[in-house]
Each structure stands twice: as C-alpha cells, then as structure tokens.
C-alpha cells in the first residue's frame, strides 16, 4: 500500500492509511465482494467437495478393497485410521471459525499475548485427551461413543446426565461455528447473515450424510490442507512481502503513544470525532505493562488465558467428535495422533493472530469494538492487504474451518443419537441397516436446525466472542467426571451425576451472581465481561472436580476394567477392523500409554506455565525479542504446514498407489477390470484371507 504521513491540526503524525480518514468502521455496511461470491462460496464449494469426496470413497472401495459401509464403517471408519490422518483429523475438527476470528480478535484486545493465550489454552485439551485416547483402546476399544462407555459402567443415571451434556456441547459448538461463519460471510460479501446461516450446512449435509465418518475424515484432510495454505499467505504477506517485524513494532509503538486527543482527531470526520474509549485500537492497552501491545504482563491476556483453558476443556473432553476420532484411530496411532495434531494446530492461532491480529493494531485500521467482537479482524486486514483477493482467501479457510467441525459435530449427533438413544431406548433389538439409516437421518436433520440455533443466537444479541467465554458454564462440569471415568478406578457413577449437574448449577448462579456484584444489574453486556465469565468457568469444573473426587472416597465403585468392553456390544458382530488380537496388545498400549502421558503432561505444563514464565522478564518486548516471537510463529506455521499436509500421503502412500493404478487398468481396459488387476485383487484378497485367519 501507499502510505501517507498525515499531519494533524495538534502536530502529530498519524500512521493510520490516508485511504481509512474519516471512517468510522472498516466495513461500514459495504462488502468488498459481491453476494454471488457468497453463493459460490457457500453452495459452490460445498457441492464441489461433497462430489469429490463421494468420488475418493467409491475409488477406495473399488480399487483398494475397501469394505462397503456398514453402520460400524459409518460410524468408526474401521476404527484403522492412521496417525498423520489422525492428526489432520484433529486440527480440522479444532480450528474454529472462532479459532480463525476470535484469535484475532483477543490480539486486537491484548496484543501479543492474545493469540498465545489462546493457541496454549487451546491445545493443551488435546495434549491430554490422548491420554484418554489410548485408555478408551485399552479399557473400551468396541466403544461408538463416550456415552456408551459411561452407560457400561456407570449405568442409565450417569448415561442419561452425560447424554445431555454432550448434546449441549455439539450445540453450543455448531451454533458458535455458524454465528461467526455467516457473520463474516455477510461482511465480506452482503449475503444476508441469517440466510448463510441456512445454506452453510448443506455441504456438509450432503458428504457426511453419503459417507460418513470416512469422508469427513478425507474431506478433513483437505480443508486442512487449504487452511494452512491461507495461513502460510497471510503470514509471508505481513511479515516478509508488506512489512517486517521491526515496522510493525515501530508502528504499535506509535499506536499506543497516541493521546485521547489525538486519537479523537484521527477517528473524526469534518472537525466531528466519532472516538470512544475502548472503540477503536488507539492509546495505551488497559491492565498491560507500559500499556503496550507488545507485552506478556497483561492483567486481560491472563484472564482470556484461564478462561480459555477451563472452558476448552469442556468443549474437548464433552464433544463426542474427539472421542470418535480416538475410536477411529488405530491403538498405536492414536497417542501420536493427538499429539501431532495439538502441536500443529497451535500454529494456526498463535501464527495467524500474531500476524493479521496485530497488524489490524499496528496500522490503526478503523475496526470497531463490535466488529472484533464479531470476528471481523482477519478479513478487514487481508482486505486490506491483498484486496478483493485477500477477503477471498479469508472467506475460503472459514468455509473450510466451519465445513471441517460442521461435519464432525453432524457425525457426531449421529452416533449419540444412533447408539445412546435409538438402540438404547428405542430399538434395543436394531440392526446394522437400521442404525445407518437413523444416523443418516439425524445427519440431514441436525444439519437444518444448525442455521436455526445460530439465527436464535443472533436475535438474542451474542456474538462470536460472548458465547465463546460462555460456553465452559455449560459443559465445563462434566469434564472431571469423564477423566475419572476413564483412569480412576473408584469414580463412582452417583457421584459423577451429583458433581455434574451441581456443577452446571452452581457455575451458573455464581456467574449471574457476580454480574450482579461488578455491574448491578444483568444485561447481556455485563454477562460477558471477562471477570464474571471467568468466575463461572473456574467453579464449573472446580466445583465438580472436588464434589465427584469427595464422593468417591466415602463412596467408592472399585470398578474393574477389565469387564468395560464386555458390557459394549457391536452390532455387526462381524465387523472385527481395529479389534484384533494385535489391537488389543497389553504390551503395545501401555508403552503407548506411558508415551503419552508423559509427553502430554510435559508439552502442558510448557506450554502453560514455563513459556510464559521465560517472557516474563522480557516484560515490554524490544526490538530483538518481539522479531524473534514473529520468527517463531513463522517458523511454526510452515513446519505445521509441512507436515500435516505431507505426512498423510506418505502414510497412505500404498492405497494411493493401489487406487492409482487400479483406476488405470480399468481406464485402459475400458471400463472393465483388466486381467492384470483382477489378478493383483485376487492375491490382494488371498493375503487378507489369511491374515484374518
């Protein structure tokens, strides 16, 4: 861009773009792109790859000897997926639309610890969900869901309890997905917000309904691949292409120096100021040491911190989708694959937010409070960067992002509904076909009540950011429970029941409670502040933490692991994919087990305590030291990039060859499988033959 040195009736210099004067808010009702963008956005792409997907899924089964889905296929996907597939799985299922939007916006609130507040209070959930991961192989490996699991050895109170809490998690998750998608994609290109709240879940309708937990798992792959294309464009476009660390130091600097004086002048227009205190990124960051963006010591970086932890917590360990992942997972790959996957999305964040999230600050972009709050951060920049070009790209990775979790979640509902309500009080008796019928049915349905749940949110006034903060009063009293239910021998069921809901009530009244106290009264403003928000996040999972531990050692189960699985039955009894003897190695899964809960532990407590201790001496950072920070977000964003999209291919190497050159024969013998590859199929199923014997 061209800039422009603009000198102030007071004799100050502004750095503000010259093309921004005047303005008093990015987009000001304007979208940069037309609404048939949207429309091929939105039902273009969504089409493009439920097609594609359908297409890889017939070709695997064609030519790779893929089995034909069942409802165990449909649901565990053979329970043989890979690690890097896992871990692409992960990252996919993780980002956000509020990882994309909101990450932005807290580095537009707090500077740089914003975006490390979030990646590290984000990632550390799934560091530790592979300890459960590898526990569900070795206590559960027959598991649908997670709610089986607590319905075998806790019973229908307990089953019943985290039924709902897991419902509520898949609701809150979709509907925050959907209430920062269809914000932006109104932004960006004028599509009516309600009716893309509508239209969005229809591409994942159609190949998570066609192919189940297998192509979600593919179609992931992919829209990870693209999101970390984009992340890798906008970071080399900040910080190599259009500026350098040490410009965008300077200019933060500038931005804080500026006094309520000036910064009325810069956000005025005709001799008339539109500025307020806290509208706009102008003048000195509240409750940061020096006032700086560029600091760790922030008293609001913190709070987002632990709220972020508590609440994520929740949304990790009560969300269905992460334990289907886990019951996909091969046993010795699914310790690695959530480790993996923690580590690579935590770029995604960090990198993309220490990027767009404070150049939208460095250059003073007239972004307003509610704008950020909306998750409109990373468009105005990338707008303003790359033009008609750079809300295209912005718009493409949110798609994906939303897609991605959008289909995990649908697959998710499908599984609760299929397994812990339909066959569990409905159809005692059902079998393969109708189970996959029932999933295929919650999957279309809970796909056209997912725009009516964001509408609701919107008419009641929350955005991205409220629910964001909200959601761990929710679920976050279920998460201790469901640890103990899967590593502690004495969890007992009547307690975790008690701990739950005594939990959600009283994160609740303490909540409304403290609102009271800091605001006087209750609003949907005062509900949101990070104080009160924080309150109800800590006693929600503290609160049951100590009430189900208490419990337990008055009342104590002394359950028995080894009878867990006996309680879980398989529908298709035939279906033995992931469930070998070799599966179920003792051996294997507990060095799998130590793996990583060492690991795991040791990547939490740096990623939470030893990091942010290490940049407290920096306190405001200089020159040098904030340039080695954008070093290593770069440097984590591409090795992510890396190996999330490498790795997968070399894993699956073989059935891509196998697939290749099947679909090869068959073209050159003109649709007919050629003698050549019947007879590679054959001894392809004489070896299988064998090994199942």
Same mark, same amino acid.
């Given at each position: 861009?061209?800039?422009?040195?603009?000198?102030?009736?007071?004799?100050?210099?502004?750095?503000?773009?010259?093309?921004?004067?005047?303005?008093?808010?990015?987009?000001?009702?304007?979208?940069?792109?037309?609404?048939?963008?949207?429309?091929?956005?939105?039902?273009?792409?969504?089409?493009?790859?439920?097609?594609?997907?359908?297409?890889?899924?017939?070709?695997?089964?064609?030519?790779?000897?893929?089995?034909?889905?069942?409802?165990?296929?449909?649901?565990?996907?053979?329970?043989?997926?890979?690690?890097?597939?896992?871990?692409?799985?992960?990252?996919?299922?993780?980002?956000?639309?509020?990882?994309?939007?909101?990450? +932005?916006?807290?580095? #537009?609130?707090?500077?740089?610890?914003?975006?490390?507040?979030?990646?590290? !209070?984000?990632?550390?959930? %799934?560091?530790?969900?592979?300890?459960?991961?590898?526990?569900?192989?070795?206590?559960?490996? +027959?598991?649908?869901? %997670? =709610?089986?699991?607590?319905?075998?050895?806790?019973?229908?109170?307990?089953?019943?309890?985290?039924? =709902?809490?897991?419902?509520?998690?898949?609701?809150?998750?979709?509907?925050?997905?959907?209430?920062?998608?269809?914000?932006?994609?109104?932004?960006?290109?004028?599509?009516?917000?309600?009716?893309?709240?509508?239209?969005?879940?229809?591409?994942?309708?159609?190949?998570?309904?066609?192919?189940?937990?297998?192509?979600?798992?593919?179609?992931?792959?992919?829209?990870?691949?693209?999101?970390?294309?984009?992340?890798?464009?906008?970071?080399?476009?900040?910080?190599?292409?259009?500026?350098?660390?040490?410009?965008?130091?300077?200019?933060?600097?500038?931005?804080?120096?500026?006094?309520?004086?000036?910064?009325?002048?810069?956000?005025?227009?005709?001799?008339?100021?539109?500025?307020?205190?806290?509208?706009?990124? =102008?003048?000195?960051?509240?409750?940061?040491?020096?006032?700086?963006?560029?600091?760790?010591?922030?008293?609001?970086?913190?709070?987002?911190?632990?709220?972020?932890?508590?609440?994520?917590?929740?949304?990790?360990?009560?969300?269905?989708?992460? #334990?289907?992942?886990?019951?996909?997972?091969?046993?010795?790959?699914?310790?690695?694959?959530?480790?993996?996957?923690?580590? =690579?999305?935590?770029?995604?964040?960090?990198?993309?937010?220490?990027?767009?999230?404070?150049?939208?600050?460095? $250059?003073?972009?007239?972004?307003?409070?509610?704008?950020?709050?909306?998750?409109? %951060?990373?468009?105005?920049?990338?707008?303003?960067?790359?033009?008609?070009?750079?809300?295209?790209?912005?718009?493409?990775?949110?798609?994906?992002?939303?897609?991605?979790?959008?289909?995990?979640?649908?697959?998710?509902?499908?599984?609760?509904?299929?397994?812990?309500?339909?066959?569990?009080?409905?159809?005692?008796?059902?079998?393969?076909?109708?189970?996959?019928?029932?999933?295929?049915?919650?999957?279309?349905?809970?796909?056209?009540?997912?725009?009516?749940?964001?509408?609701?949110?919107?008419?009641?006034?929350?955005?991205?950011?409220?629910?964001?903060?909200?959601?761990?009063?929710?679920?976050?009293?279920?998460?201790?429970?469901?640890?103990?239910?899967?590593?502690?021998?004495?969890?007992?069921?009547?307690?975790?029941?008690?701990?739950?809901?005594?939990?959600?009530?009283?994160?609740?009244?303490? #909540?409304?409670?403290?609102?009271?106290?800091?605001?006087?009264?209750?609003?949907?403003?005062?509900?949101?502040?990070?104080?009160?928000?924080?309150? !109800?996040?800590?006693?929600?999972?503290?609160?049951?933490?100590?009430?189900?531990?208490?419990?337990?050692?008055?009342?104590?189960?002394?359950?028995?692991?080894?009878?867990?699985?006996?309680?879980?039955?398989?529908?298709?009894?035939?279906?033995?994919?992931?469930?070998?003897?070799?599966?179920?190695?003792?051996?294997?899964?507990?060095?799998?087990?130590?793996?990583?809960?060492?690991?795991?532990?040791?990547?939490?407590?740096? $990623?939470? %305590?030893?990091?942010?201790? $290490?940049?407290?001496?920096?306190?405001?950072?200089?020159?040098?030291?904030?340039?080695? #920070?954008?070093?290593?977000?770069?440097?984590?964003?591409?090795?992510?990039?890396?190996?999330?999209?490498?790795?997968?291919?070399?894993?699956?190497?073989?059935?891509?060859?196998?697939?290749?050159?099947?679909?090869?024969?068959?073209?050159?013998?003109?649709?007919?499988?050629?003698?050549?590859?019947?007879?590679?199929?054959?001894?392809?199923?004489?070896?299988?033959?064998?090994?199942?014997?």
């Amino acid at each position: 861009p061209i800039w422009k040195k603009v000198r102030m009736a007071t004799e100050f210099v502004s750095h503000q773009p010259a093309q921004y004067a005047g303005q008093d808010s990015f987009f000001g009702g304007e979208a940069p792109l037309s609404q048939a963008v949207g429309y091929v956005v939105v039902l273009g792409f969504g089409a493009a790859f439920s097609i594609f997907t359908t297409i890889i899924v017939m070709l695997d089964k064609k030519f790779s000897g893929g089995k034909a889905i069942t409802s165990e296929q449909f649901n565990t996907a053979g329970r043989s997926v890979k690690t890097g597939l896992t871990a692409s799985v992960i990252v996919s299922q993780w980002t956000w639309a509020a990882t994309l939007l909101q990450s +932005s916006n807290v580095a #537009w609130q707090y500077g740089v610890s914003g975006p490390f507040w979030y990646a590290s !209070g984000a990632t550390v959930q %799934v560091l530790l969900f592979g300890v459960l991961a590898i526990s569900l192989k070795k206590v559960a490996p +027959s598991a649908h869901t %997670v =709610c089986e699991i607590v319905n075998a050895r806790w019973g229908r109170a307990a089953h019943i309890t985290f039924l =709902c809490f897991c419902f509520m998690a898949n609701i809150i998750v979709t509907s925050m997905l959907l209430l920062g998608g269809a914000a932006t994609v109104e932004a960006l290109t004028g599509m009516p917000r309600k009716l893309a709240s509508f239209l969005i879940p229809w591409g994942v309708i159609l190949y998570t309904a066609a192919g189940g937990l297998k192509a979600t798992f593919i179609a992931s792959y992919i829209h990870t691949v693209i999101i970390f294309a984009v992340l890798i464009t906008m970071i080399t476009m900040v910080y190599i292409k259009e500026y350098s660390s040490t410009q965008i130091y300077n200019f933060l600097e500038e931005t804080i120096s500026q006094t309520d004086e000036q910064c009325s002048e810069i956000f005025s227009k005709d001799g008339v100021s539109f500025y307020e205190e806290g509208k706009y990124a =102008c003048g000195m960051v509240e409750n940061n040491n020096s006032g700086s963006y560029l600091t760790m010591l922030s008293g609001g970086g913190l709070m987002f911190g632990i709220i972020n932890i508590v609440g994520n917590f929740g949304t990790v360990f009560v969300d269905q989708s992460y #334990w289907q992942s886990a019951i996909a997972a091969k046993p010795t790959s699914a310790s690695r694959g959530y480790l993996l996957g923690g580590i =690579c999305w935590f770029a995604i964040p960090f990198s993309l937010a220490t990027s767009l999230g404070l150049a939208s600050t460095a $250059l003073m972009l007239p972004i307003t409070k509610d704008e950020a709050g909306s998750g409109l %951060v990373p468009p105005a920049v990338a707008y303003h960067l790359m033009g008609n070009a750079g809300s295209f790209l912005i718009l493409t990775m949110l798609f994906m992002a939303i897609v991605s979790t959008g289909s995990a979640e649908s697959i998710a509902v499908s599984s609760l509904v299929a397994y812990d309500v339909y066959r569990e009080y409905i159809n005692p008796e059902a079998t393969g076909a109708q189970i996959l019928m029932v999933s295929r049915v919650v999957i279309v349905v809970f796909g056209l009540l997912m725009g009516g749940l964001s509408v609701l949110l919107d008419i009641m006034g929350l955005n991205l950011g409220w629910v964001y903060l909200f959601m761990g009063i929710c679920i976050g009293s279920a998460v201790v429970p469901l640890w103990n239910m899967m590593t502690w021998e004495k969890a007992s069921g009547t307690g975790a029941v008690i701990a739950a809901w005594s939990g959600f009530v009283l994160a609740v009244i303490g #909540w409304l409670v403290g609102t009271v106290v800091q605001s006087g009264s209750i609003t949907i403003e005062n509900l949101g502040k990070s104080e009160v928000m924080l309150s !109800g996040n800590l006693i929600a999972i503290c609160s049951s933490g100590i009430i189900h531990y208490v419990y337990s050692m008055f009342y104590p189960q002394n359950f028995n692991f080894d009878t867990l699985d006996a309680n879980i039955k398989l529908v298709e009894v035939e279906e033995t994919s992931g469930l070998t003897a070799e599966d179920k190695d003792p051996e294997v899964l507990d060095k799998a087990y130590k793996w990583i809960t060492r690991r795991g532990w040791v990547l939490t407590i740096v $990623l939470v %305590v030893i990091w942010p201790l $290490l940049s407290i001496p920096a306190g405001k950072f200089s020159e040098d030291y904030f340039a080695f #920070w954008v070093l290593i977000s770069i440097a984590w964003g591409f090795g992510a990039a890396i190996v999330i999209t490498v790795l997968p291919i070399m894993e699956s190497s073989d059935e891509i060859s196998t697939v290749l050159s099947g679909l090869f024969c068959f073209v050159r013998a003109g649709g007919e499988k050629s003698d050549e590859y019947v007879e590679r199929e054959t001894e392809d199923k004489g070896k299988v033959e064998v090994e199942d014997a």
